[in-house]
Nanobody
Framework: EVQLVESGGGLVQPGGSLRLSCAAS????????MSWVRQAPGKGPEWVST?????????YYADTVKGRFTISTDNAKETLYLQMNSLRSEDTAVYYC??????????WGQGTQVTVSS
C-alpha cells in the first residue's frame, strides 16, 4: 500500500523558513519522480516543484518559488523534503506531496498547512 505522509507545516512570519517532509512507503522511492503541489484558500492546485531521479537527478521549480524553495530526497529515509526560505504571505497554502509529475500524479499525501503571517 502506497503511503505519503507530510509534516513540518505551521505558522511562520514573512521572511521565515520551514522545511516540509513527506515520508513515503509502498513503492521504490529511490527512483520515483516526486512533486510538491500546493493549494491556497479559494484557489486551484498549483504545482511547486518536481524531482526526477532516473539515472541523474533533476529538479524543477515554479517561477513563483524558484530561488527560495529547494526540493530534495533522502533515499535511506524514503523521505521527500521541501526547504522553503524567504516565505511570503502568498505562499500560504496546504502543501501536498505527490508521487509523479504534472503529467500524472499517481498518489497524494493528506497535506500540511503552511501559513505565512505576521
Amino acid at each position: 500500500e502506497v503511503q505519503l505522509v507530510e509534516s513540518g507545516g505551521g505558522l511562520v512570519q514573512p521572511g521565515g523558513s520551514l522545511r516540509l517532509s513527506c515520508a513515503a512507503s509502498g513503492f521504490t522511492f529511490s527512483s520515483a519522480t516526486m512533486s510538491w503541489v500546493r493549494q491556497a484558500p479559494g484557489k486551484g492546485p498549483e504545482w511547486v516543484s518536481t524531482i526526477y531521479k532516473y539515472i541523474v537527478t533533476n529538479t524543477y521549480y515554479a517561477d513563483t518559488v524558484k530561488g527560495r524553495f529547494t526540493i530534495s530526497t533522502d533515499n535511506a529515509k524514503e523521505t521527500l523534503y521541501l526547504q522553503m526560505n524567504s516565505l511570503r504571505s502568498e505562499d500560504t497554502a496546504v502543501y501536498y506531496c505527490a508521487k509523479g509529475d504534472s503529467y500524472e500524479y499517481e498518489y497524494w499525501g493528506q497535506g500540511t498547512q503552511v501559513t505565512v503571517s505576521s
